[in-house]
């Protein structure tokens, strides 16, 4: 009787490897799309907190403050003084932006898809929001999409009381 050498044949090995190849396939985009989301909910928040910040900076300095959103920056910004979205040339904007308080770049893969004022579109890649010292604000919605997985926050800014709501697929979430 021959001794049998104990360990694994070379159609075990390929079909072991066969099975993690398969099941990496499959986990793999799972894992990618959820860092992703995850990444455009972090980005919903900070941009909803820095709403709220310039709301409460508004009112607490009893002074208007402006919340500049430029598309193709990915850049929500806290401007002190008004924004002209005029301006020539883009030095005179550079200008304007030495009153900037604060900035937030969207990460990658996230984008400002849609800025409503009121109740109008705007399809300018920059607008601001005025925020005045009474806790009004020129009301509207800020669209971030992840361009990834397609998915999609509405933040809404109540023209009133310049409260911040946060929507996704029509749920509304903290």
């Known amino acids: 009787m021959k001794k049998r050498i104990k360990g ?10 066969a099975l ?7 986990v793999i985009p799972a894992i990618s799309n959820t ?3 995850a990444r455009l909910k972090t980005a919903v928040k900070k941009t909803a907190g820095i709403i709220r910040y310039v709301h409460n900076q508004a009112i607490s300095q ?3 403050f402006w919340l500049l959103v430029d598309k193709v920056k990915s850049r929500i910004a806290v401007l002190e ?14 200008a304007m932006l030495n009153s900037l308080a604060k900035a937030y770049y969207l990460p990658k893969g996230i984008i400002i898809e849609k800025i409503v004022m009121g109740d ?10 005025i925020f ?5 604000c020129i009301g509207g919605k800020i ?22 709501r946060v929507d996704s697929n029509g749920d509304e979430i903290s």
């Open 132 to 136: 005045y010292p009474n806790g009004s």
């Open 120 to 129: 109008k579109e705007i399809s300018d890649s920059e607008s601001a929001f």
């Open 62 to 64: 009893k002074r208007p």
């Open 8 to 17: 694994f044949s070379l159609i075990e090995m390929l079909l072991v490897m």
């Open 143 to 164: 669209q971030l999409s992840n361009i990834e997985t397609m998915r999609t926050f509405l933040i809404t800014v109540d023209p009133i009381i310049g409260s911040v």
């Open 35 to 37: 860092l992703s989301n």
């Open 81 to 94: 003084r008004p924004w002209n979205n005029e301006a020539e040339s883009s030095l005179e904007k550079l």
């Open 20 to 26: 993690i190849g398969l099941l990496s396939a499959l």
